[in-house]
């Protein structure tokens, strides 16, 4: 019995312990485990059995905390997006007045003040909605914008809008060249823009933090006392989370990480691009060149670049960079691949020449370059040999980043 329970001890111990989350440096290297307390100075992580070790700031990229629960196909949600650029995912959005509150989706709550809201769309889930909202966003004048649905067509009109009314029913609208005012039933309102002068009073943001239910907080503060997460927006709104829903991501990587596919390139040159008998060309951004996720090896790279074997692509780094850190080799759903001649140069300097070629199961290698005081870099993929030209070779860089 005691030999019984002692087993079922360390089970639970094992399990409560087990490594949930993931610790990304700076450097590249990959910590697994769980945060002990996190603050403005760093986080203590535990990876074992052993003592928790110290991690300044500035050498965090990235926490994933938790895995992303998987997503409810039937669930319907409103997105919210602050002035800060914060964007919440809220199943249910109560006003009152000048004041906002929300459940949102994945639990938890949130109040605001109405002037802290940039925009709001209504029955987010739908796709179509959502793309269609986005252009209308992009291409907005500076004024209120009330959205209205007709059999399934999106009216948008301008005008001003002003504060809800007390039982948080009805939102005030005076259409563009109208002076009467007209109540309109929040029930049937599609989405709302409300033309914001911008904050100069905004906090530098920190932190892109990600919640269960796939709000993006962009945090000035965020902080865990061995139990419980918070974190405050750059224009101030609070959230605190529940012991038993955490965040999922917490990317500290802004101003430490750049990742080349968001960067914009001086030049980008492919001479075979227009060549009839090319299989495929890129470069393509955080995608394979068939269009996929990019995945070597089974690893899956949300970020990175897919260049055929004729490629050059340069940037300019203004000497804001250390190094120039990438998985490269060749992705598992396109076909063709090397062998093929990685080279990167520096202002005109050769700093890596490196053959890529697939080795039994192993298809993919890590890259280190150092590019401090680099101004121009350019990175260009060529062929082994000509012969190997018109047989679409090509190569991923999985990750690719700078770092400062």
Do not use: C
Not at 256 to 271: G, I, Q
């Amino acid at each position: 019995m005691l030999k019984r329970l002692a087993t079922l001890v360390l089970l639970a111990y094992v399990l409560t312990r087990a490594p949930a989350g993931e610790l990304r440096l700076v450097d590249g290297r990959v910590m697994p485990g769980n945060p002990v307390k996190l603050d403005a100075q760093g986080v203590e992580w535990k990876e074992g059995p052993g003592p928790a070790v110290k991690v300044a700031m500035d050498q965090i990229t990235r926490i994933d905390v938790t895995a992303a629960p998987a997503r409810n196909p039937s669930e319907s949600w409103n997105d919210i997006e602050l002035t800060d650029g914060t964007v919440l995912r809220a199943v249910k959005v109560a006003f009152a007045k000048d004041q906002v509150k929300v459940e949102l989706a994945g639990g938890g709550e949130a109040a605001f003040s109405l002037k802290s809201v940039s925009n709001i769309l209504f029955g987010a889930q739908r796709d179509d909605w959502r793309k269609d909202w986005t252009t209308r966003l992009a291409q907005r004048k500076r004024k209120d914008i009330l959205a209205i649905v007709r059999q399934d067509a999106v009216n948008a009109l301008e005008g001003a809008l002003g504060e809800p009314d007390a039982e948080g029913k009805a939102m005030p609208f005076t259409p563009s060249g109208a002076d009467k005012t007209v109540p309109v039933p929040l029930g049937n309102i599609h989405g709302l823009v409300f033309e914001r002068l911008p904050d100069a009073n905004l906090a530098p943001v920190v932190a892109r933090v990600t919640d269960a239910g796939g709000s993006l907080w962009l945090a000035a503060d965020v902080a865990f006392d061995g139990t419980r997460w918070s974190l405050k927006t750059s224009g101030g709104v609070a959230r605190d989370f529940a012991p038993d829903k955490p965040p999922v991501r917490i990317d500290m990587s802004r101003g430490k990480v750049v990742y080349l596919s968001d960067l914009k390139w001086m030049r980008v040159t492919d001479p075979l691009a227009t060549d009839p008998f090319r299989f495929r060309a890129g470069p393509t951004l955080d995608k394979n060149l068939d269009l996929g996720p990019i995945r070597m090896g089974g690893a899956l790279f949300s970020k990175g670049l897919g260049l055929s074997a004729t490629s050059e692509v340069e940037y300019d780094l203004g000497g804001e960079y250390r190094e120039l850190r990438l998985v490269a080799g060749f992705d598992d759903a396109v076909g063709g691949g090397g062998p093929v001649v990685l080279r990167v140069e520096g202002d005109g300097k050769e700093l890596l020449r490196q053959t890529v070629a697939r080795q039994g199961r192993k298809v993919s290698m890590p890259v280190v370059v150092p590019v401090k005081d680099v101004r121009r870099l350019a990175i260009m993929v060529e062929p082994a040999s000509a012969s190997d030209i018109a047989y679409g070779h090509h190569l991923h860089l999985g990750d690719a980043r700078l770092t400062r």
